[in-house]
């Protein structure tokens, strides 16, 4: 096999490990192999945490993600960034820093609470969120509880996502990606930079195993954007990669299993997106 002579695109996750491999750098790193890009990690907390939940959290210190992330940009360079735990308001504005001097796309995932409940991010790091993360964010990416946390906004329907979204780029980012998976009916999201509006509307899988969707969409946003995507084409095949990955989460441990971040590489073992399968 002759040997590869062109480096793959280079995505840098800023985010916290998760120990039971569904979300956090973990997640990001699978998606970013699965989507043909050459992933980077730089590490902001160690989690202990499985199926059950969180049982504990401890923060690095902003000199070690300040070193972690000079070490990679400065040398191997990136074509996009993405940021998701960030736990504390020290570590918002050490990233938030950061990211102004890199000069590529920058995903923000406003990481609050884990699948489970458990907090991911102190309570007085949310206005250093709204003033130093989102503006320079490319694509933000919260969920409805993150919205209500930074917004106070609280969405019932697809009319409040509109509200969401106004609200949440009133913080600076160029676009935001309001995702409505906890709404009923379909798994509807609202991408919008505060002109053009795209709804994104998939099935909703009858699948419980859904650990790690929101680490996995803005990492799968993230790649669309290395690899010379413009927004909506980056988010809209996200969308669909994701979709694939949770018709297929399997069970692992006694909670809540992962989404399925290899489905595309497993046609055989997996139904293709669109079939019907539950748990």
């Known amino acids: 096999m002759p040997l590869r002579t ?53 923060e690095l210190p902003a000199d070690a993600v300040r070193a972690q992330y000079r070490s990679v940009v400065d040398d191997i360079g990136v074509q996009a960034v993405k940021t998701g735990m960030l736990a504390s308001s020290v570590l918002v504005e050490t990233v938030a820093a950061l990211l102004t001097t890199t000069g590529a796309p920058v995903v923000v995932d406003p990481v609050g609470v884990s699948k489970h409940g ?44 509109r509200r969401a979204a106004e609200a949440i780029l009133g913080f600076g980012p160029r676009w935001v990606v309001v995702k409505g998976g906890h709404l009923p009916g379909e798994a509807v999201d609202l991408l919008t ?26 990492s799968a946003i993230a790649c669309g954007l290395a690899l010379g995507q413009d927004v909506p084409t980056a988010v809209r095949g996200a969308k669909a990669y994701v979709t694939g990955a949770i018709e297929t989460g399997f069970p692992l441990g006694g909670g809540i299993g992962p989404v399925d971040h290899g489905w595309l590489t497993r046609p055989a073992a997996r139904p293709a997106p669109g079939s019907r399968t539950g748990t």
Do not use: F, Y
């Not at 930079?193 to 996995?216: F, I, K, M, Q």
């Open 6 to 58: 062109v480096a793959p695109p280079r995505v840098l996750t800023v985010a916290g490990s998760d120990s039971g491999g569904g979300a956090g750098i973990q997640a990001d790193l699978k998606t970013m192999l699965a989507l043909g890009v050459h992933g980077m990690s730089v590490l902001t907390a160690v989690t202990a945490q499985n199926s059950l939940g969180v049982q504990g959290a401890w």
């Open 193 to 218: 930079d505060g002109s053009a509006e795209h709804w994104l509307r998939a099935p909703r899988h009858d699948n419980r195993h859904t650990h790690g969707t929101g680490c996995t969409l803005a």
């Open 118 to 161: 458990d907090a991911l991010l102190a309570a007085e790091a949310l206005d250093a969120v709204r003033t130093k993360l989102l503006p320079v964010a490319t694509v933000a990416t919260p969920n409805l509880d993150e919205v209500a946390q930074l917004t106070g906004v609280r969405v019932t329907d697809e009319s409040g996502m």
